[in-house]
């Protein structure tokens, strides 16, 4: 038969010794999913039906030890490594194919320090997560905006919400980490230990290592809040908005933070197909708002949006060298979320979004990207990192000097000459 039908995890898989496989399974306490389980395809499935990779081995782990297991697991193996927080990173790079992908899905407990306004939650929750548990006391940490988002991707990238404006990114907020490292060592950062790897960390995507627990800020919102929510024709709002025209929908009014912070969670159900790209803009223009309103006619699938994100306020307090998040002097962010259902559209809608992506990038005040809503990450690391890119390459060189870590679009270690 060879090898034809199989799958590139199947194959990858085979290449591993029947015993390496045993002792890792034996001494983990979580779970080791292997293509043959029946659990495999459920292991492998993310939120963006658009992903369909088969990896060697999923680890779903318990607890910090599992991580460590799977990651010297995988630099014995010389497989690659995919991390999984809540697996909503739009590209899929929770999932990879041939490799090892180290779910961190079920570690989601969450503690808050009321003395200390902080909150330590393990790296696989969710916005939802924290929120309910912070909530209990009337405090919140800044996160994004739809409550199934995995704190790990939207944290390490950076995390606009509601609070950012208020209060900076989710990065911002972080007090300390416990990270696993790619030699397999369990290290603490903050801005006292391990500071220049904590220094990466914040906007580095997990380019550095697999984060097992997150230590945030809290500041005390809710657990009522005022939330202002209208929608407006887009054919009417622009013309006459000072007229006082009715909105179509307005959602606004005194809500439960828990609620405004899940009020767009049905807008993005699992398994629908997903494509979104961002650029930051320096101000807004008539050019800009004109590009919306053209994109926006010509999308091919109803699902999708174009969206415009206020940015500056706290976020843009912060120096840009004081974190490897380097686009912070942006008023603002334009995203364009390609949604649809239907796999024959695939090429349509990604065609649709780059195009727009393309046209804004000629405008003049437009550049750069954020590596949260990376499209399939075409774009260059430099792109994301400023002048912060040859600092995060020192210390990818230093920390996984293998490229264990492995990220589509983001920064590799230096190799000698
Ligand atoms: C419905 C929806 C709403 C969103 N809303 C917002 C928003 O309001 N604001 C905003 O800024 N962004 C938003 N995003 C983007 C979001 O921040 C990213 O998709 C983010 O990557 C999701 O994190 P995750 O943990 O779910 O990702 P995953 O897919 O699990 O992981 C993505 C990548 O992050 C890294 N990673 C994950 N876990 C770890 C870990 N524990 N340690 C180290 N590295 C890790 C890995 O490299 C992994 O490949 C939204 C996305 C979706 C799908």
């Given at each position: 038969?060879?090898?034809?039908?199989?799958?590139?995890?199947?194959?990858?898989?085979?290449?591993?010794?029947?015993?390496?496989?045993?002792?890792?399974?034996?001494?983990?306490?979580?779970?080791?999913?292997?293509?043959?389980?029946?659990?495999?395809?459920?292991?492998?499935?993310i939120w963006n039906g658009m992903i369909d990779?088969?990896?060697?081995?999923?680890?779903?782990?318990?607890?910090?030890?599992?991580?460590?297991?799977?990651?010297?697991?995988?630099?014995?193996?010389?497989?690659?490594?995919?991390?999984?927080?809540?697996?909503h990173n739009v590209a899929g790079?929770?999932?990879?194919?041939?490799?090892?992908?180290?779910?961190?899905?079920?570690?989601?407990?969450?503690?808050?320090?009321?003395?200390?306004?902080?909150?330590?939650?393990?790296?696989?929750?969710?916005?939802?997560?924290?929120?309910?548990?912070?909530?209990?006391?009337?405090?919140?940490?800044?996160?994004g905006a739809v409550s199934q988002t995995?704190?790990?991707?939207?944290?390490?990238?950076?995390?606009?919400?509601?609070?950012?404006?208020?209060?900076?990114?989710?990065?911002?907020?972080?007090?300390?980490?416990?990270?696993?490292?790619?030699?397999?060592?369990?290290?603490?950062?903050?801005?006292?230990?391990?500071?220049?790897?904590?220094?990466?960390?914040?906007?580095?995507?997990?380019?550095?290592?697999?984060?097992?627990?997150?230590?945030?800020?809290?500041?005390?919102?809710?657990?009522?809040?005022?939330?202002?929510f209208t929608w407006f024709r887009a054919d009417e709002v622009f013309g006459s908005l000072?007229?006082?025209v009715t909105p179509l929908v307005d959602l606004s009014?005194?809500?439960?933070?828990?609620?405004?912070?899940s009020m767009l969670d049905e807008d993005y159900p699992d398994g629908l197909r997903y494509y979104w790209k961002a650029i930051?803009?320096?101000?807004?223009?008539?050019?800009i708002v004109d590009l919306m309103l053209e994109y926006n006619e010509s999308a091919p699938s109803e699902l999708s949006t174009l969206d415009l994100w206020?940015?500056?306020?706290?976020?843009?307090?912060?120096?840009?060298?004081?974190?490897?998040?380097?686009?912070?002097?942006?008023?603002h962010m334009l995203t364009v979320e390609a949604n649809w259902e239907d796999p024959d559209a695939d090429d349509a809608n990604l065609e649709w979004a780059r195009e727009a992506i393309t046209e804004t990038?000629?405008?003049?005040?437009?550049?750069?990207?954020?590596?949260n809503f990376p499209g399939l990450?075409?774009?260059?690391?430099?792109?994301?990192?400023?002048?912060?890119?040859?600092?995060?390459?020192?210390?990818?060189?230093?920390?996984?000097?293998?490229?264990?870590?492995?990220?589509?679009?983001?920064?590799?270690?230096?190799?000698?000459?």
């Amino acid at each position: 038969m060879g090898s034809v039908n199989r799958t590139l995890g199947e194959e990858s898989f085979a290449m591993l010794s029947s015993e390496d496989v045993a002792s890792l399974a034996a001494d983990f306490a979580g779970e080791i999913v292997r293509p043959v389980d029946p659990g495999y395809d459920d292991a492998r499935e993310i939120w963006n039906g658009m992903i369909d990779r088969y990896p060697a081995l999923v680890a779903r782990c318990s607890g910090v030890a599992d991580v460590v297991a799977a990651v010297n697991f995988a630099r014995e193996q010389g497989l690659e490594v995919a991390v999984r927080g809540g697996g909503h990173n739009v590209a899929g790079t929770a999932v990879n194919d041939g490799g090892i992908v180290v779910d961190l899905s079920e570690m989601t407990a969450v503690r808050v320090d009321r003395e200390a306004e902080t909150v330590r939650a393990e790296g696989g929750a969710t916005l939802g997560d924290v929120d309910r548990e912070t909530q209990l006391f009337g405090l919140a940490t800044a996160l994004g905006a739809v409550s199934q988002t995995g704190i790990a991707g939207l944290t390490l990238n950076g995390g606009y919400g509601h609070c950012s404006r208020e209060y900076g990114l989710a990065l911002d907020n972080l007090v300390s980490v416990d990270v696993v490292t790619a030699d397999g060592r369990v290290r603490t950062a903050s801005r006292e230990r391990n500071a220049d790897l904590f220094w990466g960390l914040r906007g580095g995507g997990g380019a550095l290592g697999i984060v097992t627990s997150f230590e945030y800020e809290l500041h005390e919102v809710g657990p009522e809040v005022d939330a202002l929510f209208t929608w407006f024709r887009a054919d009417e709002v622009f013309g006459s908005l000072l007229e006082g025209v009715t909105p179509l929908v307005d959602l606004s009014g005194e809500m439960a933070y828990v609620d405004l912070q899940s009020m767009l969670d049905e807008d993005y159900p699992d398994g629908l197909r997903y494509y979104w790209k961002a650029i930051y803009l320096e101000e807004l223009d008539d050019a800009i708002v004109d590009l919306m309103l053209e994109y926006n006619e010509s999308a091919p699938s109803e699902l999708s949006t174009l969206d415009l994100w206020h940015l500056d306020g706290a976020v843009a307090d912060v120096p840009r060298d004081e974190t490897a998040f380097w686009h912070r002097d942006k008023s603002h962010m334009l995203t364009v979320e390609a949604n649809w259902e239907d796999p024959d559209a695939d090429d349509a809608n990604l065609e649709w979004a780059r195009e727009a992506i393309t046209e804004t990038e000629t405008l003049s005040v437009a550049s750069g990207r954020y590596g949260n809503f990376p499209g399939l990450y075409e774009e260059p690391a430099r792109a994301r990192y400023g002048d912060n890119y040859d600092r995060m390459v020192d210390l990818k060189t230093e920390y996984d000097p293998e490229n264990l870590f492995r990220l589509p679009g983001n920064v590799e270690p230096r190799v000698d000459d």
